[in-house]
């Protein structure tokens, strides 16, 4: 189907914007009091909302708050879910049973509604919006490396380590891990997508970034109540989002055909 | 069976009394003091004590804990903060909107996704099945804070079809549903596909095209029923996508359901109903799933004999 540079080329610019755009383009808090929810057009190629503020420029600012959020999110849960559900799965015996029932658990609170009311509990802000993510995320992680662990680890090459008396710490990141990288690598695309989804929703409910910092999440909520006359103050941040979920979740795809990883729990 | 139903049972309860008691944890988390949280700085110290009284934080954990466990045993959830009613009372108010609005969704999700996966599967690897699949590759992707708006746009505000928000008129469940439902139908018009490409496999569809029958009836009757068992399950599982999208969709709409209190309560700091909130979405959620098992070991034998791991 799609190849690999679209999703690539996506993710690319994303980054891109999102390490470098904030120094290149202008102040996105600047404020022209009579451009006020004016249309794209010469002066600001995205128009300017509410407050008179440059959209592409707040825009630019968003991806950050999205890259740098999903990217926090997903590293920190990837490494710690997958280290929890591989040495859980590799020693098994009453931990193994004592996870599996935590991991039923946060199972059990349907899609972001967990994140929503830690966050709510937590206090708006960037980093409890990372925090709510990241309590929620590491599930996914540790129920996919508990389940590829235990169909591995009664292979040969496992066993001679056991009984060599290499350290078990040793064998789940040396001879265990570098074996389960390719179907944790596919979920750790899917949960970008989700965390970029995740934190632009907790933004939208007024849960993320405080203004004035940008988000796409909190630019669509503020501009919902101007639709009417400045719908472009919803359409970009939302086809900002769209693209860039489009483009990881494609991604995603892809590396799942490529790595040969068959389905995801 | 009936072991399997025990079992089940048995699991459900454990992960209910987990979900409990994280949801019971979550009004600790209130950096500083949850009280001078919910009441503000300005409260005089008797109403603090008096809150703090009321709501057992002058208790020790392990006590707090117990009492917790002896109302929710009771079915008394507490008071709300801020309209001091029951809280037991306001979520009943608001059961029947959300519901109402995760049941309509689904109708919207099935409708749109048996079509689009059986047209993918039957079609394999011709224009159909890219265009299916990209369409649902952009039902994933379109997060329902964004889709609600620009529905409203489009067919409330522009079209002038159907109203903007609330739950008054009989039409407005229709664009909360489609908003909701959208995500939902794009998963599982992949799982029709999938699912459906296996069974086209079989050689009792062989058999079927064999004997002569008319390829809408093999694909239907034949193919479709049997492709149907595995997505039903996964269906009770996105039941939790659908009720977690519930709450940020309820607040686009302003749709008068769980979600919206939930949301509303945060604003308020109106914990305790958060807390009930949170605790009876997910207690409905995890009660549909072990029925959905229950009910599919007692269908399908292979379910219950098979390994559970």
Request: charged share 15%.
């Amino acid at each position: 189907m799609m190849r690999l540079w679209l999703p690539g080329t996506i993710l690319m610019l994303w980054a891109l914007g999102a390490l470098l755009g904030p120094s290149l383009v202008g102040d996105p808090n600047h404020i022209e009091l009579q451009r006020i929810l004016a249309s794209p057009g010469p002066a600001g190629w995205l128009g300017f909302d509410d407050l008179g503020r440059p959209v592409w420029q707040r825009l630019v600012v968003g991806a950050q708050t999205s890259f740098m959020v999903s990217a926090t999110v997903v590293a920190v849960t990837a490494v710690v879910g997958s280290l929890i559900g591989a040495t859980s799965g590799f020693i098994g015996g009453w931990v193994d049973h004592v996870l599996v029932r935590i991991i039923d658990i946060f199972l059990a609170f349907p899609g972001i509604l967990l994140a929503i009311a830690l966050a709510g509990v937590l206090g708006p802000g960037i980093s409890n919006v990372v925090i709510a993510l990241s309590v929620v995320g590491w599930v996914g992680f540790a129920r996919l490396a508990r389940g590829q662990v235990l169909s591995l680890k009664h292979r040969e090459h496992v066993q001679a380590a056991l009984a060599l008396g290499v350290r078990r710490s040793r064998i789940i990141i040396r001879h265990l891990l570098p074996l389960i990288v390719a179907p944790l690598i596919v979920e750790g695309t899917f949960a970008v997508a989700g965390a970029v989804i995740a934190e632009a929703g907790l933004s939208f409910l007024g849960l993320g970034v405080q203004p004035p910092a940008a988000s796409w999440g909190s630019m669509i909520r503020d501009g919902t109540r101007y639709m009417l006359m400045a719908p472009h103050l919803v359409l970009a941040p939302g086809i900002a989002l769209m693209v860039v979920v489009l483009g990881v979740n494609l991604l995603g795809d892809r590396l799942r055909d490529w790595l040969d990883v068959r389905s995801r729990p | 069976m009936p072991v399997f139903i025990l079992s089940r049972l048995f699991s459900a309860a454990l992960v209910l009394v987990g979900v409990s008691c994280l949801v019971f944890l979550l009004i600790h988390l209130v950096p500083g003091d949850p009280v001078e949280v919910m009441l503000g700085e300005a409260a005089q110290p008797a109403d603090r004590e008096a809150l703090r009284h009321a709501l057992g934080l002058d208790q020790g954990l392990l006590t707090q804990l117990l009492h917790y466990f002896n109302a929710l045993l009771h079915l008394d959830l507490g008071t709300s903060l801020q309209s001091k009613r029951p809280i037991t009372e306001l979520l009943a108010e608001r059961i029947p909107a959300t519901a109402e609005l995760a049941g309509a969704a689904l109708v919207v999700a099935v409708l749109i996704a048996v079509p689009l996966g059986v047209i993918a599967a039957v079609r394999k690897d011709s224009p159909w099945d890219y265009g299916a699949m990209t369409v649902s590759m952009l039902g994933v992707s379109i997060p329902n804070f964004w889709l609600g708006p620009i529905l409203i746009l489009v067919f409330s505000v522009w079209l002038g079809w159907l109203p903007v928000s609330g739950r008054e008129q009989g039409d407005s469940i229709i664009l909360p549903a489609i908003t909701l439902g959208t995500a939902l139908a794009a998963v599982l018009s992949r799982m029709v596909r999938s699912s459906l490409l296996e069974v086209l496999h079989e050689d009792y569809i062989r058999t079927a095209r064999a004997k002569g029958l008319a390829e809408g009836a093999v694909i239907w009757r034949h193919g479709l029923r049997n492709a149907m068992l595995p997505v039903v399950t996964v269906l009770g599982l996105q039941l939790g996508v659908l009720l977690g999208g519930a709450v940020v969709t309820e607040m686009v709409f302003s749709w008068p359901g769980l979600g919206e209190l939930t949301i509303e309560s945060i604003q308020r700091r109106d914990y305790p109903v958060v807390q009930a909130c949170v605790l009876l979405i997910s207690t409905s959620y995890v009660v549909v799933n072990t029925l959905t098992d229950v009910v599919y070991g007692w269908l399908d034998p292979r379910v219950r004999l098979g390994d559970r791991s």
